[in-house]
């Protein structure tokens, strides 16, 4: 069974102060893996997908690697608008799987 | 332009109701979903639909029935509301079912 875990739960920062983000994945065949961003009585929104091992994609002061078993979000000199909830998802690369979420790293970034 | 809509935003209802929640995607996608995320914030799938047809259709009480009346909308029935739908429903798009989804901002559901 496809199964995604994000740790840890909750991460407290100082602004400037930086950090990683995991996700440990179990799936039958990787198609993608995907970070999503959810602020507090919103939808996900996008970040980044990743296909294989090695593959790393930036963004601003968000960096996401990934390799055969796990994958990190590293938030380079946070700031506090980065606070949010980050939800890692992974899909399997057979016909008709949907994408299986973690529970997410609740991320709170003080000035 | 809200690229993927849902109403109402906050729903809350009776045991035993029937309720029905409306999503719209103007992105042009080919893809719709439906998702359940609980208390404890952990999103799960409920339906997929691509052009219309039902592709993903995981372990959900026959209460829930999904109606995709064209490519753009994706609306969800519940048939006699239980204390533990309460959750946020949450509606997504994607171009293919390969490509990353774009979600809705989510309908709260209290039932009492």
């Known amino acids: 069974e496809d199964q995604v875990t994000q740790s840890p739960e909750a991460l407290r920062l100082q602004e400037g102060e930086s950090s990683s983000l995991n996700c440990s994945y179990t799936?039958?065949?990787?198609?993608?893996l995907f970070w999503y961003r959810q602020d507090p009585g919103k939808g996900p929104e996008f970040l980044f997908t990743l296909y294989s091992a090695g593959e790393e994609k930036e963004k601003e002061r968000l960096k996401a690697t990934l390799t055969k078993k796990e994958s990190f979000l590293h938030i380079t000199a946070p700031k506090p608008e980065d606070s949010a909830t980050y939800l890692c998802a992974v899909q399997g690369n057979q016909a008709g799987t949907a994408l299986i979420f973690g529970k997410g790293t609740t991320l709170s970034v003080s000035s | 332009d809200t690229a993927v809509s849902q109403t109402p935003k906050y729903l809350v209802t009776q045991m035993g109701n029937d309720k029905s929640i409306k999503c719209e995607q103007n992105l042009g996608h080919d893809t719709m979903y439906w998702y359940k995320q609980d208390s404890k914030k952990f999103l799960k799938i409920m339906f997929s639909?691509?052009?219309?047809?039902?592709?993903i259709n995981e372990t959900v009480p026959n209460r829930f029935s999904p109606k995709s009346p064209d490519k753009a909308h994706l609306n969800l029935h519940i048939n006699s509301l239980e204390l533990g739908d309460s959750a946020v429903y949450f509606c997504?798009?994607?171009?293919?079912?390969?490509?990353?989804?774009?979600f809705g901002n989510g309908t709260r559901l209290t039932v009492t």
């Open positions: 997504a798009s994607s171009q293919d079912p390969s490509a990353p989804l774009h």
């Open positions: 799936v039958s065949g990787l198609r993608g």
């Open positions: 639909y691509n052009n219309k047809e039902l592709i």
